[in-house]
């Protein structure tokens, strides 16, 4: 039996292997090695202020670090009983959708686009298509300074906090980066329409499809979690009621499942659950895709990524116009500490994403809990390559090995995350 082994997988957020065992042509076993240590953030804040956590866990991860601060927050909005205005909750979803304009753009043209043009890394289509690499940095710029302006800081924010907001953007601020956004829409569709030219393996998982849903927008912020096969409904607060985590001998980090099944989180299970709420321009961005749903497809994970660009970008500047028009405050509301637990989640690019603690009587930390989305994709991503790597074993051992890669990155995984 030999075994195939890729060292270090490129072109994703941390390091693992994949290690693949090939008999007489068959596959006869394929998984994926996390070899990140493990970095005990959950222990971390046990101890501390409730009002620490969103700061210690916002350092899982450098790019979701918004998604962190925001989830933090909400776990902790619900074990202390505070209520927020609306005004605090539009400000919050430009903070979140912050990360999905700079993240999305990263992976499509950085990580993901070098696969479909048979090249190594970004730096040969910087000088073959650079117009392409400047469309990536606009959107991405556009992201990080949308986190800046409704953050404080590009990474890890610091003006989101229990109750509210120290601090928000003033109007004239808001006006800008509703034109801007409204700017790059066209540069989303383009993304859409780049990454629908690009022949992706016909595949599907078997897993089910899990994303936050509500009555009322495309859930991001708020919202209950919704299994696509199972066709249930249930408080997003109450994960651990419904997802099981398991340690495995071969990763530093868990794998996922809910019902028994493995499942799969990000893009592809949003837009499965969530289409009928895209605005018109994600609607016109899922026409351009060619995507016929409900997709099973993982390798669809990009061009929907895509798609949700050109929503988030004409989404926020609606937020905008809506905190422009509605007055209000975003400042901290008061609220007594008290002894209490509570969950919360979010939608951050790569998948759902969830946090909840317990706090004593005097608002300090006795239990943290946090099931990043690459956590969950992982046991779905490995039985995608166990189903996926015998229909092209047949292959050059050097395009199997790197077909099979590209599975991994369409999950766009984050693998430091995984580990937390």
Request: hydrophobic share 40%; with cysteine.
């Amino acid at each position: 039996m030999a075994r195939l082994t890729v060292e270090h997988v490129a072109r994703i957020e941390g390091h693992g292997n994949i290690s693949v065992d090939v008999a007489d042509g068959v596959v006869r076993d394929i998984h994926m090695d996390i070899v990140e240590p493990a970095r005990f953030f959950e222990s971390m804040v046990c101890g501390r202020r409730f009002d620490e956590a969103p700061l210690i866990t916002s350092r899982i991860c450098g790019i979701c670090s918004p998604n962190h601060v925001v989830t933090s927050i909400k776990a902790m909005e619900a074990a202390l009983g505070v209520e927020v205005s609306e005004r605090t909750k539009l400000l919050r979803k430009l903070l979140v959708y912050g990360s999905y304009l700079q993240n999305h753009a990263t992976h499509l043209y950085i990580l993901a686009a070098p696969d479909y043009v048979g090249l190594p890394s970004v730096f040969p289509l910087a000088e073959s298509a650079p117009e392409l690499v400047v469309r990536a940095l606009r959107l991405k710029k556009l992201g990080n300074d949308l986190t800046t302006a409704t953050g404080g800081r590009q990474v890890h924010p610091v003006t989101a906090v229990v109750g509210g907001f120290t601090s928000e953007p003033e109007a004239d601020i808001l006006a800008g980066f509703r034109d801007k956004l409204l700017g790059v829409v066209e540069d989303a569709l383009s993304t859409v329409e780049l990454f629908a030219s690009f022949q992706v393996p016909e595949f599907a998982t078997s897993g089910e499809m899990l994303a936050l849903t509500a009555d009322d927008d495309y859930a991001i912020y708020d919202g209950d979690t919704t299994a696509l096969d199972a066709g249930w409904r249930r408080p997003a607060g109450e994960y651990r009621s419904f997802i099981q985590e398991d340690v495995v001998g071969h990763s530093n980090a868990k794998h996922a499942t809910v019902d028994g099944r493995t499942f799969l989180v990000g893009s592809v299970a949003r837009i499965d659950i969530n289409a009928g709420k895209l605005n018109d321009a994600g609607r016109r961005g899922l026409s351009l895709s060619g995507v016929a749903l409900t997709t099973r497809n993982p390798f669809h994970m990009n061009v929907l990524q895509a798609v949700e660009l050109a929503d988030a970008s004409a989404r926020c500047a609606g937020y905008i116009e809506r905190l422009l028009e509605m007055g209000g405050s975003s400042r901290p509301v008061q609220f007594h500490i008290r002894a209490g637990e509570g969950g919360g989640a979010t939608e951050a690019p790569r998948g759902t994403l969830y946090h909840s603690y317990a706090v004593d009587d005097d608002g300090i930390i006795v239990r943290g809990d946090v099931i990043t989305p690459t956590a969950q994709n992982l046991a779905n991503l490995e039985a995608d390559m166990r189903a996926f790597a015998p229909t092209v074993v047949d292959r050059e051992q050097s395009e199997f090995t790197t077909l099979v890669e590209e599975l991994v990155r369409s999950y766009d995984p984050c693998l430091s995350c995984s580990v937390h």
